[in-house]
């Protein structure tokens, strides 16, 4: 019945129509008549909620009447752009302005659908019916059983067939690292370099798994374009032409992200051989050897020719004198001398470059047995009273003929023994550190600091 019509009741005491009479009054909406067949409550309209918490009766944008254009609109409008109206509300109609028309006239009158009200049969869950429509429609819906329940369905990617990828990419794996090993023995000269130049075994190890990361991100790059271009010329043949190429989606990422991840996984333990190849010992870093008798000897790892003597002892006497007269660092200096042990001839070296001249051959001449540095030194915390004597020997290496040997000797005056050895840790480093500084020197700059070395066992300030 497509002319008929529900009013409210205010409506109806307006129009003068008894609800509880039978009769067929006629009424005019838009032009058209309507036949009146029944009559609902507006008030219980207005209070009647659904499921999703809103009022049953229409809703519409109300938008702001303003008298006149604001600053803002006059200045948008001379621009050319277009703008919104700046105030809109969101508003549901009044039950007393609402009437209830067939679906088919509403429809014929520009109405939308906004909503679906569904009421199962007898003996159907209202929940299995809605598991139904929502992977039928796709539309969000509220259900109503004993509770109320939003159920929506959304699309979701699953990948099939995963699993038969697991043994070749164990392969895959065990291929890499196979030849990423080999790789690590192929290169020991090269590893020995970088520990030369004061790479930490870590920092090895982590150059390799870079490297091989850097080849993952080529290979990647490489297999992409060669896929776009093997899309491009072979899509339109008839072995592709069933086949669409699409190498914006997930699928392409995580190909990348599992190349990534094999060839990782394949580099953890070359790259461990690498950085225990760059340090076979197993202490990572030096250690004092222990004291005896409160006293402690230890070689620090540096060799000199002969012609660098003076000038290395020279070096350190100004070094230690340098932190005679303060009170700030890892430690204090009094009492520096440097004499000589096992004296021989100094200038015969000289002589003989003299000598060279007139075609007579140079031999070198013995260096003297040892050159010793004397010192008092106060190690920090100063409140904890650390002192002790020192002797720096520079002596011809037994191990290593032709050349010279720094050793150090350590005697504990004063402070208790572990707060001595702790402080001593850090004095051995700012040691070892002049020591580097020395080989980073000039050859003028050691000429310099071998003229600090008197003959007679006395430092120069």
């Given amino acids: 019945d497509r002319d008929a ?66 600053e803002a609109e006059v200045e948008a409008i001379q621009a050319g752009e277009e703008f919104l109206p700046i105030a809109e509300k969101f508003r549901y109609a009044r039950g007393s302005a609402t009437i209830i028309l067939p679906y088919a006239t509403c429809m014929a009158y520009g109405g939308e659908l906004k909503s679906i009200a569904i009421l199962p049969e007898g003996g159907q869950p209202p929940l299995d019916l809605a598991d139904q429509l929502s992977t039928w429609l796709g539309f969000p819906l509220f259900v109503g059983q004993d509770a109320i329940y939003f159920q929506s369905a959304s699309t979701t990617l699953r990948y099939q067939g995963v699993a038969n990828l697991l043994v070749p990419i ?36 982590f150059l390799f798994i870079i490297e091989a990361l850097s080849l993952a991100v080529i290979s990647t790059v490489a297999g992409y374009i060669l896929a776009q271009l093997t899309a491009k010329f072979l899509g339109q043949t008839t072995v592709f032409s069933q086949l669409t190429f699409n190498y914006s989606s997930l699928a392409s990422v995580a190909c990348m992200v599992l190349v990534f991840s094999v060839v990782f996984i394949s580099a953890l333990y070359p790259a461990r051989l690498a950085a225990e190849m760059a340090m076979p010992d197993v202490n990572r870093s030096w250690s004092l050897p222990a004291a005896v008798d409160d006293r402690i000897s230890m070689n620090l790892p540096f060799l000199m020719k002969y012609e660098e003597e003076q000038g ?34 100094l200038y015969g070296y000289d002589r003989a470059l003299q000598m060279a001249d007139r075609g007579a051959p140079v031999v070198k001449p013995m260096a003297p047995v040892c050159v010793l540095l004397r010192a008092n030194i106060w190690l920090a915390p100063f409140d904890f009273g650390i002192k002790q004597n020192i002797v720096v020997h520079c002596c011809p290496s037994e191990e290593n003929p032709g050349y010279l040997e720094l050793s150090i000797q350590m005697e504990r005056i004063s402070g208790e023994a572990t707060a001595w050895i702790r402080a001593n840790k850090h004095f051995i480093q700012a040691l070892r550190k002049q020591m580097l500084l020395w080989r980073l020197m000039d050859q003028d700059a050691k000429t310099y600091y071998a003229g600090t070395y008197a003959l007679g066992g006395e430092a120069a300030a």
Avoid at 30 to 46: L, Y
Avoid at 176 to 205: D, F, W
Avoid at 320 to 328: M, R, V
Wanted: net charge negative; proline share 4%; with cysteine.
């Fill in 5 to 70: 019509v529900l009013l409210p009741l205010s409506a109806a005491h307006h129009l003068g129509l008894e609800p509880g009479a039978a009769t067929d009054a006629m009424v005019t909406f838009w032009g058209t008549a309507f036949r009146v067949i029944g009559f609902f409550d507006d008030n219980r309209m207005d209070t009647y909620r659904e499921l999703d918490g809103d009022p049953l009766t229409p809703a519409y944008l109300e938008g702001a009447q303003s008298e006149g254009l604001t």
């Fill in 170 to 205: 164990l392969i895959v794996i065990f291929i890499c690292l196979n030849t990423l090993i080999g790789h690590v023995h192929e290169r020991r000269k090269e590893i020995s370099i970088y520990t030369s130049v004061g790479l930490a075994p870590t920092h090895v190890g």
């Fill in 312 to 345: 290395i002892m020279g070096f350190l006497t100004a070094f230690f004198l340098s932190y005679q007269d303060t009170a700030q660092g890892t430690f204090i200096v009094d009492n520096t001398s440097m004499g000589l042990e096992g004296l021989t001839d």
